[in-house]
Structure formats: C-alpha cells, structure tokens
C-alpha cells in the first residue's frame, strides 16, 4: 500500500458553467482542507482537472464534485504515486479548458467522434481502412506511442487543427475511417468535433486517451514506450508507473537517459536541444531556480 499513498486523479467534463467565479470558490472550499496538489482549469464549457489527493481523502473529494455533476467513475483516469506529482493546487479560470480560438469551428454538444474502447481499440486500428493519427504534441510523440501511428508533429494544438484541416480533409482520406488519440482524451474530444464538423463524418477516437488504456489493457502489444505527463513524473511506464524521462527546466523537453549523459544537460540550466539558445539573463534565471529548488529539497 506504500505506492498508494496519493491517488492521482485526470479527469475532464464538458460541462455548461454560468457562474465562473462561484463555481470556483465552491472548489476552494472542496480542496482548502484536503491533502491535494495540481491543476484545476475552469471554463464556460466545463472542467479539467489533474491532481494528486492523499489516498484516504479521495471518496471524499469525488463525492463532494458529485454534488456539483453526475460523475461517471469510469471516465476518472486513476494512478498512484507514493508522493504528490505537483508543488501546490491551482484553480484557474480560463476561455477554454483546452485552447483552441476557433469555438465557433468545435461543438462537443452537436458533434463529436465515435468512442472506442480500450478493449476494442487494438483490433479496430489495425483495420486496413483506418488511418491512427497521435494528435499530442512532438515532443510527447517522441518518447512513446501506438505502433504505426502518423506523428503530425505539431507544436501545439493549434498546429494540430490546421495539419488535420490540410490533410485529412481529402477526397482520399475522407473515405477512411479516422482513428485519434492523446493522453487523457480531452484533445480528441475537440479535434474529432473539428473533422466533423469541417465534413469528415467517420471519424473516432480512443475512450479516455492513452492513460485510460495503460489502465484498462493488460497485454499493451500496440503501444511503445512511455507515456508523457504534464507533471513531475514527465512520463509514465506500462503500469502508470513513474517512468524513466526527466525534464529540461530551460526548453520543458523530455529527456532520456542518453539524454542526461550529454555534455550539454547542465541540471536545471540547459540540455543538447537548448544549449546555446538561451541569453545569459534566462541562463542566471535558471541557475537562481535550480538553486532555489536544491534548497527547497534539502529542507524536505
């Protein structure tokens, strides 16, 4: 039981919210006498939260969301960590729970791609007519993913849309079945709307993204690698385990083994993808943060 300590929790609901600022402070109060660390976006169009709650604390807190929707447990995407995997709690309000400036182009209520469960999702992209497209960003795509997946390398999510937009909308593609896929499911959500709506209607993406499926899937032969994290983790193994990568605090890369061997990997300060990119004043920024931070370990 010592590796359950903390319960790390991802969930997403696309939810009408009118009241931003009360819907708020209702969750400060929900979390204020909690053990919980991590990130809470609000907007009008819903919830997106990432944390890690002491482990005996987390009926509590889900019963206590219930109060404010219905939850499904099984759209909770739930690991374990013997420590929190954030340094504090934020609730913040944002436009959109995932940015993408084009509302008017994306309608989860009115249209979205089909599910596809874990359990089904290995037979179903290897069907001939279907093309598996990893909609996360390069960097995310570099340390892992579903064997013979197309890898758009975009930057960002707005860089997704548009490679979706040139490629897939073609008289050759619009005749196969488009199969996504991302972390938590939260950006097939919004760009399986997008295909849809832009008029490629068979389109469909896996049922609570990867971590889901690391989750439910005892025999993963489709999946390679690791999988990256938006938290200290910065990956996970097979088993939702903390994995191997560390992160490059200049650049926000992940890194590997290899990776930290390097010359150029100054902890803290730089890595071989950034040395030499950053001006001296970020470098004693970075040198400030690290030290910072080595402080704050030791007094740990």
């Not at 219905?70 to 309000?93: A, E, G, Q, T, V």
């Not at 359990?119 to 995310?140: A, G, H, Q, S």
């Not at 490629?200 to 690791?226: F, M, P, Q, T």
Request: aromatic fraction near 12%; hydrophobic fraction near 35%.
């Amino acid at each position: 039981m010592a590796n359950k300590k903390y319960t790390i929790i991802s969930y997403y609901n696309f939810i009408k919210i009118k009241n931003l600022f009360k819907f708020k402070n209702i969750l400060n109060k929900f979390t204020n006498d909690l053990d919980v660390k991590g990130i809470i976006l609000i907007a009008p169009e819903g919830l997106n939260l990432s944390i890690s709650i002491y482990s005996s604390q987390y009926n509590l807190f889900i019963k206590r969301l219930n109060t404010l929707f219905k939850i499904l447990y099984d759209d909770l995407k739930i690991s374990y960590s013997n420590k929190h995997i954030f340094r504090k709690i934020k609730i913040k309000i944002k436009k959109e729970i995932l940015t993408t400036r084009i509302q008017h182009q994306i309608n989860i209520e009115k249209h979205v791609g089909e599910y596809v469960s874990p359990i089904e999702w290995d037979n179903f992209i290897k069907r001939p007519d279907v093309l598996l497209i990893d909609t996360r960003n390069f960097y995310e795509t570099e340390i892992g993913s579903f064997i013979e997946a197309i890898n758009p390398k975009a930057k960002n999510f707005t860089e997704l849309l548009n490679w979706l937009n040139e490629n897939m909308l073609t008289e050759e593609n619009k005749k196969k079945k488009i199969a996504m896929f991302c972390t938590g499911g939260i950006r097939c959500e919004k760009a399986t709307s997008y295909l849809k709506h832009k008029g490629h209607n068979d389109v469909y993406h896996l049922e609570g993204g990867i971590i889901k499926y690391l989750e439910k899937i005892e025999n993963k032969s489709s999946w390679h690698g690791e999988c990256f994290v938006f938290d200290n983790r910065v990956s996970v193994d097979k088993k939702l385990n903390k994995g191997s990568y560390k992160i490059c605090y200049a650049c926000r890369m992940p890194l590997s083994k290899d990776d930290i061997d390097n010359e150029k990997y100054i902890k803290g300060v730089s890595c071989h993808k950034c040395y030499g990119k950053k001006s001296q004043t970020q470098i004693d920024k970075y040198q400030m943060r690290n030290k910072q931070l080595n402080n704050i370990n030791d007094y740990e």
